[in-house]
């Protein structure tokens, strides 16, 4: 895996209100070339509206977002960007097939109104191979648990070839086998040198994966850092939403419990 300096997202400054509510404040968030970044917090703290935020899904109230160098407003490339929201389920929509549903992941790069090539058949049948769901493709998915129907959007997304990943808690009520698989997927994106901000609750499988950390609390940027740092932060305060440079550990962090939330 290769990191590099380029910045592929770039939230500055980033505000959002939802309901006349403040939710994020002052956020910066930037994710270089290469890197996989898990974005954590508790619950409420603003991980999925930061997400949101960052694919254009949520509009600022202040602040800054840049896809690969380009404003928001001026980014075309969509292609380029996989975002695989907070679970839901496929399966109440139209009766489809798994290869039908991770075909649809094709749609960006070959565009609507063209039959399948057979790199788009190819590229398919890789990324069913990736969540570990090869031999499913024929299933109806909504005959797939809960974990496999993840794995089905994962690969789905997976299907597009995207330089950035954006997913929202991907192992949240997922099977342990899932969520390894899920993982695995990940793994073998970032060792092709994808890059990766993942929501999560806790590293778990995730963890051999991440090599930074960042940690929202009540809508700021509480840590940014090395995972490393938070697991032996038990001790430390970094004070009540202190703010911090992206890239930058804070050295003083409250305590994992404190910052992560109740695990669900
Ligand atoms: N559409 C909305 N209107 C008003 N408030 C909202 C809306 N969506 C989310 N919120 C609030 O924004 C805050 C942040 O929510 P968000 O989902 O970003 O947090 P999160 O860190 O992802 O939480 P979780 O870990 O539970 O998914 C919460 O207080 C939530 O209630």
Redesign the pocket.
């Known amino acids: 895996m290769s990191v590099t300096n380029e910045p592929v997202l770039e939230v500055r400054d980033g505000a959002v209100s939802?309901?006349g509510?403040p939710?994020l404040r002052d956020v910066d968030l930037v994710v270089g070339q290469g890197e996989v970044v898990a974005l954590l917090?508790?619950?409420?703290?603003?991980?999925?509206?930061?997400v949101k935020a960052a694919v254009g899904l949520l509009p600022l109230a202040a602040g800054s977002v840049q896809l690969f160098d380009r404003p928001l407003h001026a980014f075309e490339d969509w292609w380029r960007l996989g975002y695989v929201p907070?679970r839901s389920t496929i399966a109440q929509g139209v009766p489809a097939t798994v290869r039908e549903v991770v075909a649809a992941g094709r749609l960006a790069r070959r565009g609507p109104l063209r039959l399948p090539r057979s790199a788009d058949r190819r590229a398919v049948r890789e990324a069913l191979e990736t969540v570990g769901l090869a031999d499913r493709a024929n299933q109806q998915v909504s005959t797939l648990s809960g974990g496999q129907q993840q794995r089905v959007l994962m690969a789905r997304t997976l299907a597009g070839g995207p330089e950035l990943l954006v997913l929202d808690?991907p192992n949240a009520g997922v099977d342990l086998i899932s969520q390894q698989a899920i993982a695995d997927a990940l793994a073998t994106r970032a060792a092709a040198g994808s890059t990766i901000l993942v929501?999560l609750?806790e590293l778990g499988p995730f963890e051999p994966l991440i090599g930074r950390t960042v940690v929202?609390r009540e809508g700021r940027v509480a840590y940014d850092g090395p995972p490393t740092h938070l697991a032996g932060a038990g001790h430390l305060d970094a004070g009540h939403g202190e703010h911090c440079e992206p890239g930058e550990p804070i050295v003083h962090v409250p305590p994992m419990s404190g910052l992560l939330g109740e695990e669900r």
């Open positions: 939802l309901g509510r939710i917090g508790a619950n409420g703290s603003g991980k999925s509206t930061l907070q808690e929501v609750h929202l």
